[in-house]
């Protein structure tokens, strides 16, 4: 496994953290992104710890908490580093491409759980990739298999 232990936990909508709300609530309304939470299929927790190696932990985070809301048309990302402020970022189903970040060609180099994804971000002009980290578990599992699906029903 890579530097951290990640564990995925399916949660309700109306579980979400309030001050996650909150701070995705702000950047809908920031990008006038109307009501993209309605069809909400799925909602996840993924907590990845820092694996402490000897007397330090080493570079990075010491822990990324990060929910992830996931609609018929939109992927939303609430990120939680450390104790700092909530990241949000969403992206368009229709427009990202998803990979079991397990079947990638990195994955043999720096072994992990989770998904590339890659595709524009709400907020940005040109096309990104980022890393979603899951658990291998079975919340993890499901949240891999209904991204995949929702990205490409949603391409149809």
């Not at 001050?19 to 309304?29: A, C, F, G, N, P």
């Not at 949000?88 to 992990?112: C, G, N």
């Amino acid at each position: 496994m890579g530097d951290y232990n990640r564990s995925t936990k399916e949660i309700a909508f109306e579980s979400i953290p309030p001050d996650v709300m909150q701070s995705i609530q702000t950047y809908i309304e920031k990008y006038n992104l109307g009501n993209i939470l309605s069809n909400v299929s799925l909602c996840i927790v993924s907590t990845s710890e820092k694996i402490k190696k000897g007397l330090f932990s080493g570079p990075g985070p010491k822990s990324l908490v990060q929910t992830a809301i996931l609609t018929d048309r939109w992927l939303i990302l609430g990120d939680r580093v450390d104790q700092n402020a909530i990241y949000v970022k969403s992206m368009q189903l229709r427009d990202i491409t998803v990979e079991d970040y397990e079947k990638s060609q990195f994955h043999a180099m720096i072994p992990d759980t989770g998904m590339n994804i890659s595709g524009i971000l709400t907020d940005a002009s040109e096309k990104s990739a980022i890393f979603l980290p899951l658990g291998k578990d079975a919340a993890g599992e499901r949240f891999k298999s209904a991204l995949i699906e929702a990205a490409q029903e949603a391409k149809k």
